[in-house]
């Protein structure tokens, strides 16, 4: 199929209007689409300032803050303004990147229509609950889920960790993996500035050890935070290298007062910081892929890493970094450790990472997206 004759309506809750890895491998398929040639229509709520600009027409869709997280919005449905924009853009596949009311209405539009519909899985919702105290609803959450995802023709993923547990879920049989790249351009060692890390109070003979991300509980930051103060009682000297910025920010620096918070960075100010590190550690438990994992490898950094759907598939434990049992504190702190006492184990582990993601290309890693779309819509031709 010509890429030229495909026309894709993308439905996604968080397009631009707040920065993550979800929405920034959301707009890079977008951008390598339009250079294939590919007509992309996006559907997404919009706010006055975004924190970018986005790849491709943007169509605004009805919106509310979340509760409690205000800094996001719920899509609250598919008016019929935006069904009127569908019809007349008459797309031939469909997309859905977050599992919310548009997102069920977009696909109940498309199959009246015959229309094949790909769901994109970027993050793990119904593990989101237990943060908040609302583990109760989990079931719930992952029956809606079920539902809706069962009703699409594939889904995407990005590691195959994160595929086996949705098989495992019965969320559909139809499962392809959309894989994460990193701009070596932005993120590599030689980012690395020992000046700049100096001028924040952190010593060579320190081990800096980044989080990189949202402030958000969801991010395993509880954890992060005890890590750090068993590694404290281990006698190791360190810093917390915190990069990011969000809501749990002063609860973060109240657990880690010795941290270094130099907040939300971009561009080579982001790439500096992250390779100033020494290690990079990622407790999060929520994630499907984890675009910051892959980025510390990029900058020789190893990685200290849950278990979980979101780095089993990138880190190679005892080999670009060492994976640890979720929420196993004294564990996270002797990995630390290890890595602190070893010069020679922290750069063969980071040298490691660097030629994984040396071999994560994002044209070739997009191009995988463009075959599915084909793939759905000539099966839904036959049938």
């Given at each position: 199929m010509d890429?030229?004759?495909?026309r894709?309506?993308l439905?996604?809750?968080?397009?631009?209007?707040?920065?993550?890895?979800?929405?920034q491998?959301?707009?890079?398929?977008?951008?390598?689409?339009?250079?294939?040639?590919?007509?992309?229509?996006?559907?997404?709520?919009?706010?006055?300032?975004?924190?970018?600009?986005?790849?491709g027409?943007?169509?605004?869709?009805?919106?509310?803050?979340?509760?409690?997280r205000?800094?996001?919005r719920?899509?609250l449905?598919?008016?019929?303004?935006?069904?009127?924009?569908?019809?007349?853009?008459?797309?031939?596949?469909?997309?859905?990147?977050?599992?919310?009311?548009?997102?069920?209405?977009?696909?109940t539009?498309?199959?009246?229509?015959?229309?094949?519909?790909?769901?994109?899985?970027?993050?793990r919702?119904?593990?989101?609950?237990?943060?908040?105290?609302l583990?109760?609803?989990?079931?719930?959450?992952?029956?809606?889920?079920r539902r809706?995802?069962?009703?699409?023709?594939?889904l995407?993923?990005?590691?195959?960790?994160?595929?086996?547990?949705?098989?495992?879920?019965?969320m559909?049989?139809?499962?392809?993996?959309?894989?994460?790249?990193?701009?070596?351009?932005q993120?590599?060692?030689?980012?690395?500035?020992?000046?700049w890390?100096?001028?924040?109070?952190?010593?060579?003979?320190?081990?800096?050890?980044a989080?990189?991300?949202?402030?958000?509980?969801?991010?395993?930051?509880?954890?992060?935070?005890?890590?750090?103060?068993?590694?404290?009682?281990?006698?190791?000297?360190h810093?917390?290298?915190?990069?990011?910025?969000?809501?749990?920010?002063?609860?973060?620096?109240?657990?880690?007062p010795t941290?270094?918070?130099?907040?939300h960075q971009?561009?080579?100010?982001?790439?500096?910081?992250?390779?100033s590190a020494?290690?990079?550690?990622?407790p999060?438990?929520?994630?499907?892929?984890?675009?910051?994992?892959?980025?510390?490898?990029?900058?020789a950094?190893?990685?200290v890493?849950?278990s979980?759907?979101?780095?089993?598939?990138?880190?190679?434990?005892?080999?670009?970094?060492?994976?640890?049992?979720?929420?196993?504190?004294?564990?996270?702190?002797?990995?630390?450790?290890a890595?602190?006492?070893?010069?020679?184990?922290?750069?063969?582990?980071?040298?490691a990472?660097?030629?994984?993601?040396?071999t994560?290309?994002?044209?070739?890693i997009?191009?995988?997206?463009?075959?599915?779309?084909?793939?759905?819509?000539e099966?839904?031709?036959?049938?």
């Amino acid at each position: 199929m010509d890429p030229h004759d495909l026309r894709l309506a993308l439905f996604s809750g968080n397009y631009n209007y707040v920065r993550d890895g979800a929405n920034q491998a959301l707009n890079r398929l977008a951008g390598y689409l339009i250079r294939q040639g590919v007509n992309v229509r996006v559907y997404a709520p919009t706010v006055e300032k975004p924190a970018f600009e986005p790849t491709g027409d943007l169509v605004s869709l009805p919106s509310a803050p979340i509760p409690r997280r205000p800094e996001y919005r719920i899509p609250l449905g598919v008016p019929a303004r935006v069904r009127r924009d569908l019809a007349q853009f008459n797309p031939n596949v469909l997309q859905i990147s977050s599992p919310d009311i548009a997102a069920h209405r977009a696909v109940t539009w498309a199959r009246r229509r015959g229309i094949p519909v790909v769901g994109s899985v970027h993050t793990r919702f119904e593990t989101y609950l237990s943060y908040y105290n609302l583990q109760l609803f989990e079931p719930m959450m992952r029956a809606a889920l079920r539902r809706l995802y069962r009703r699409c023709d594939a889904l995407l993923v990005p590691a195959r960790s994160t595929a086996a547990v949705l098989l495992a879920q019965r969320m559909n049989s139809n499962i392809h993996i959309w894989s994460r790249g990193v701009d070596r351009e932005q993120f590599n060692p030689e980012r690395r500035d020992m000046e700049w890390r100096r001028s924040l109070g952190i010593a060579d003979n320190e081990l800096a050890i980044a989080f990189l991300g949202r402030l958000v509980l969801e991010k395993g930051l509880d954890v992060f935070a005890a890590a750090i103060n068993a590694l404290r009682e281990l006698g190791v000297p360190h810093r917390p290298l915190v990069i990011g910025e969000g809501p749990a920010r002063a609860w973060f620096e109240q657990q880690m007062p010795t941290g270094v918070f130099v907040g939300h960075q971009e561009g080579a100010d982001l790439a500096r910081a992250l390779a100033s590190a020494d290690v990079f550690l990622n407790p999060s438990l929520t994630e499907t892929f984890g675009n910051v994992t892959l980025e510390a490898m990029a900058c020789a950094l190893p990685v200290v890493a849950a278990s979980a759907t979101g780095a089993t598939s990138l880190v190679r434990d005892g080999v670009t970094g060492t994976l640890v049992e979720p929420g196993d504190i004294d564990a996270f702190a002797r990995a630390l450790e290890a890595y602190a006492l070893d010069p020679d184990l922290r750069r063969r582990h980071g040298e490691a990472g660097l030629d994984y993601a040396r071999t994560q290309d994002w044209d070739a890693i997009n191009a995988s997206v463009l075959h599915v779309y084909e793939s759905v819509i000539e099966r839904r031709r036959r049938a």
